[in-house]
């Protein structure tokens, strides 16, 4: 098992690293979440990884933090979510957004993860609910009530803002990285506030 790896970041094509390890280039795949919490290449950094073995397949998964491994590692265990799908949850949401998602039983923002239907998401919803306690994850009712009047938009905020994005000619993935960067920026935001937030980030001055 391949618990941790620490190198020089040789590339970065998302969700593809290859860490230089003392002379040996590990391929590591790494949710998006990650991505936007790593150095540039050329730098040392260091990974939480997973090593996955399938019939047809030996995979790397890497992590810029031990919880999110262990998040990934909870949702492998989930039927019918393998990691591949992991990954693309991981990359659509981070482990604060997935855990408030739980806790509200809202299946619409899953099911916009690529790869995640209505029934994986009805079941991820149900298996979460009973796993994410056991890694520390309060997924309440009352834990998203709190969270959300805490500082951190609901999932509606950035579900609009985000959907304004798209509508306005952006890429899914660039709208989530975007306003991701924007939450970050000004957590207590309501949805336009993110969006001019996202904009402006997005759209080079002059």
Not at 7 to 36: C, F, W
Not at 93 to 118: Q, S, Y
Not at 121 to 132: G, P, T, V, Y
Not at 142 to 157: D, I, R
């Amino acid at each position: 098992m391949i618990g941790r790896i620490t190198g020089t970041l040789v590339e970065k094509q998302a969700p593809t690293l290859i860490v230089d390890v003392q002379g040996v280039g590990y391929e590591v795949q790494v949710p998006m979440t990650s991505i936007y919490q790593l150095p540039d290449t050329g730098k040392q950094v260091l990974l939480h990884t997973h090593f996955a073995v399938s019939e047809t397949a030996q995979q790397l998964f890497g992590f810029a933090t031990r919880a999110d491994r262990d998040l990934f590692r909870t949702l492998i265990k989930v039927n019918g979510v393998g990691p591949k799908m992991a990954l693309a949850i991981l990359s659509g949401m981070e482990g604060k957004v997935l855990a408030r998602c739980v806790a509200e039983d809202n299946v619409a923002a899953l099911v916009k993860v690529p790869g995640v239907g209505k029934k994986t998401a009805e079941r991820l919803l149900i298996e979460l609910r009973d796993k994410l306690p056991a890694l520390g994850v309060d997924v309440s009712p009352l834990a998203a009530m709190e969270q959300a009047s805490g500082g951190v938009p609901s999932l509606s905020e950035r579900d609009d803002a985000e959907a304004a994005l798209v509508a306005l000619g952006y890429k899914p993935t660039d709208a989530t990285k975007a306003i991701t960067a924007a939450v970050k920026q000004a957590p207590e935001a309501k949805s336009q506030e993110l969006i001019r937030l996202a904009l402006k980030a997005m759209i080079p001055a002059g």
